[in-house]
C-alpha cells in the first residue's frame, strides 16, 4: 500500500527552525516527483515547494522562497523539507504529496498535480 508519512512538526518561536520529513513506504520515490504543501485554519491548501525526479529545478513558493529547501534522498526514499526563519504566518499543517511521472527536471506546485498525500504534520509558531 502506498504510503507517505510527515514527521518533524512542532511548536518553535519565531525566527527558529524546524526539519520536516516525507517518509514514502509502498513505492519507491525516486518515479515520484514531491511536493509540500501548507493549509492554515480558514485558508485554502498552498503550495510551499517541490522537486522533481532528478531534483534539478525546484520550485518555491514567493512566500518561503530564500527560507525553505527541500530535497530529496532517494536510496531512503525520504524528503525534506528545511524551514529557517520561521514566522508566525507559517503556522499550518504540512502535507507531502507524490505524483508518479515521466518528467525529469520539472514539478509543479499545484496541489491538482498530485494523486497521493500524507497525514499532515502541524508546525506552529508563536512566542
Known amino acids: 500500500q502506498l504510503q507517505l508519512v510527515e514527521s518533524g512538526g512542532g511548536l518553535v518561536q519565531p525566527g527558529g527552525s524546524l526539519r520536516l520529513s516525507c517518509a514514502a513506504s509502498?513505492?519507491?520515490?525516486?518515479?515520484?516527483?514531491i511536493g509540500w504543501f501548507r493549509q492554515a485554519p480558514g485558508k485554502e491548501r498552498e503550495g510551499v515547494s517541490c522537486i522533481p525526479k532528478r531534483g534539478v529545478i525546484i520550485n518555491y513558493a514567493d512566500s518561503v522562497r530564500g527560507r525553505f529547501t527541500i530535497s530529496r534522498d532517494n536510496a531512503n526514499n525520504t524528503t525534506y523539507l528545511q524551514m529557517n526563519s520561521l514566522k508566525p504566518e507559517d503556522t499550518a499543517v504540512y502535507y507531502c504529496?507524490?505524483?508518479?511521472?515521466?518528467?525529469?527536471?520539472?514539478?509543479?506546485?499545484?496541489?491538482?498535480?498530485?494523486?497521493?498525500w500524507g497525514q499532515g504534520t502541524q508546525v506552529t509558531i508563536s512566542s
Open positions: 509502498g513505492f519507491t520515490m525516486d518515479s515520484y516527483a
Open positions: 504529496a507524490a505524483v508518479r511521472t515521466a518528467v525529469q527536471n520539472m514539478c509543479s506546485i499545484w496541489s491538482g498535480s498530485y494523486n497521493f
